[in-house]
Structures are given as structure tokens and as C-alpha cells.
């Protein structure tokens, strides 16, 4: 099994190998974040402590904080999980991930030098390999190197780490990071000028809120009184209704029922249409009606009306034949 042994202090890093499956029995079922005695490595690592910081099976799949196995599982990760790169923004992915207790498949641990021992680790502890960036924040650069709270910005940006670089020209170059929430006369002048916007808005809004409140109430004030007003309002009286109750006992005039037979014709009918229906209407003598009385029941009746008018239009067809021979005999003679 590898380890890559690291120490924050000087920044030094090493890769180990140990090929003695006995002396690696120490990190057995050992989970990420806990501390190891590693006495039984070697006697260049006696009195030392290490801090499982990760690691890789044998398959390259790494070990992920918090899952609680020895083997493998698949995790669907987005962005802000450990063991995965976002490739799109929003995505999510199912990846396979080792879980983060020690077992006997793992290929290379990461350790971390929490407590040195008595001997020196060559690349590790006795080397001092500066810093390529320091801290950024103001606040973390002032507890860095002792500052107060009180102090000027001078002094902080003073003491920020700086680094010598050579450019493509072969100029020399300094560089430093640049420094996040520093409190300075501009920031400070920005912050009193919101906090006045801030006030103006709040006590104009107490004075709208203020007027909308009298206006509300008068409103109220007024809408009661039209409302009383529209209840003591006496209900007028309807005069038609009260010549009704007073002619309740009056006698009903009875309108003339009106014939229909007798109702004058519409404008579209035709001619002998209007002769048709008048001689319809026309009252039947007292003969024939006492005729028809005695020799037919009264069923019969409607047919033998019906028939008469049929006679009475063959009737002008003889009269207008009559007068045809008499043209002709006044010709011959």
C-alpha cells in the first residue's frame, strides 16, 4: 500500500510504499478524519501521528466523506459534492464512489503530519517550502501576523505575501493577491450613505402610512352617514297600487269577445281566396238548415259545406261558354 504523507507546516509531500500487509493492519477499518499512531510503519515514523485524509482503491475510484462502507457505491452528485466536476451548469451525474472506511482493496492512503516524531522525515519535515499564495481576507491576513483590529490598512497590505516572477520580457515581477473586505474610508463613507437612504425611507413611508390612515377614516365617516341617511328615507307610495285595494269590491268589466271568423282578412290573400272565406261565413238559410237537420246526422254536416261551394265555381264557367254560339250564328246569317 502507498502513502502520501503531507505536513501543512513546511509544506513538504511524500509518497511511501510499504509492501507489508502486517505493518499496514494499523489503518484497517480506520475512517476519514481519524488520527493513527504510526509507530508500527517504521522506526523513522515512531512517535508520529497521522490523519487519514483520503485515498484510492485499486480501481482509482476515491474514497468520499461520509459514505459509511468498505466497498463501492453509486452516488448521484452535483455541483458542491466532493468526487465530482460539474461539466454543465445544473446537471446532476450517478457516479461511483468508495466509501470512506479503510479496507483491504485500497491502493494509496492520504495522510496528513498531525504530531511529529522524534526523527526527521526526508522531503517532509526538513524541508521550508514558502508559500506560492497567502490568505486573501483582511481579517485572516491581520490574524496571520498579529495585527489588531484598530490598525491601518497600511499595515495590512504591507504584509500581505508577495512573489517574484519573471515575465516573458525577462523582467522581474512582484505579484500579490488581492485583499477581500478590507475597511477602508470609501467603504465606510458608502455604508453611512445607505444607512441615511435607509432612515429617509422608513420615515416616508411612516408619514404615507400616517396620512393613508386619516384619509381611511374619514372615508369610513362618510360612508355611515349616506347609509343612515338611505335608512331613515321614508318609502314612497306607489299610486297605481292604491287604486287597486280601493276598487277590490268594483264590478269586472267583461270585454267583447271578438270573432275571428268576423276579423277582417290579411292583405296578402288573393281575391278568391276573400270570396271563398266570405261565403264560408255566410249564413245558411232556415230550410236548409232544418233539411240538413232531418235527413243527415249532424256528423255529415261539414261535408255537405263543403261541397256546395264546389258548384258554385262551376257555375261561371257555364255562363262564360253561353255566349260562343251566339257570335257564331249572327255570322252566318
Not at 461511483?96 to 516524531?117: E, F, H, N, T, Y
Not at 506560492?132 to 497600511?154: M, S, T, Y
Not at 321614508?234 to 299610486?239: D, F, G, I, L, N
Amino acid at each position: 500500500m502507498k502513502f502520501n504523507i503531507s505536513y501543512p507546516v513546511t509544506g513538504g509531500q511524500k509518497c511511501i510504499e510499504i509492501d507489508d500487509d502486517k505493518k499496514c493492519n494499523v489503518f484497517m477499518d480506520k475512517r476519514i478524519g481519524q488520527e493513527v499512531q504510526a509507530d508500527s510503519l517504521g522506526d523513522e515514523f515512531k512517535g508520529y501521528v497521522f490523519k487519514i485524509a483520503g485515498g484510492n482503491d485499486k480501481q482509482g475510484f476515491p474514497m468520499k466523506q461520509g459514505v459509511f462502507a468498505k466497498g463501492r457505491v453509486r452516488l448521484l452528485l452535483s455541483a458542491g459534492h466532493s468526487c465530482f466536476t460539474e461539466r454543465r451548469s445544473g446537471f446532476k451525474k450517478r457516479k461511483s464512489v468508495r466509501g470512506c472506511i479503510v479496507g483491504p482493496d485500497m491502493r494509496v492512503l492520504a495522510l496528513q503530519v498531525v504530531k511529529k516524531g522524534e526523527k526527521e522525515i526526508e522531503g517532509v519535515t526538513d524541508v521550508n517550502l514558502p508559500r506560492k499564495l497567502g490568505p486573501k481576507r483582511a481579517n485572516k491576513i491581520k490574524k496571520l501576523f498579529g495585527l489588531k483590529k484598530e490598525d491601518d490598512q497600511i499595515l495590512v497590505k504591507k504584509s500581505v505575501i508577495r512573489r517574484t516572477f519573471k515575465s516573458g520580457t525577462g523582467k522581474e515581477r512582484v505579484k500579490c493577491t488581492k485583499i477581500q473586505r478590507l475597511i477602508t474610508p470609501e467603504r465606510l463613507r458608502r455604508k453611512r450613505v445607505y444607512l441615511l437612504e435607509k432612515k429617509s425611507r422608513s420615515q416616508k413611508t411612516k408619514a404615507a402610512r400616517e396620512e393613508y390612515e386619516k384619509f381611511l377614516v374619514e372615508w369610513r365617516k362618510q360612508r355611515n352617514t349616506t347609509a343612515q341617511k338611505v335608512i331613515e328615507e321614508p318609502k314612497k307610495t306607489v299610486p297605481v297600487a292604491a287604486d287597486n285595494k280601493n276598487n277590490k269590491n268594483a264590478p269586472v268589466q267583461k270585454q267583447p269577445v271578438v270573432n275571428k271568423k268576423q276579423q277582417p282578412l290579411a292583405k296578402n290573400t288573393t281575391a278568391v281566396q276573400q270570396t271563398a272565406a266570405q261565403k264560408k261565413t255566410a249564413p245558411v238559410p232556415a230550410k236548409a238548415s232544418a233539411a240538413t237537420t232531418q235527413k243527415a246526422p249532424v256528423q255529415k254536416a261539414p261535408v255537405a259545406e263543403k261541397k256546395a261551394p264546389v258548384a258554385e265555381k262551376k257555375a261561371p264557367v257555364a255562363e262564360k261558354k253561353a255566349p260562343v254560339p251566339t257570335e257564331k250564328k249572327t255570322g252566318k246569317k
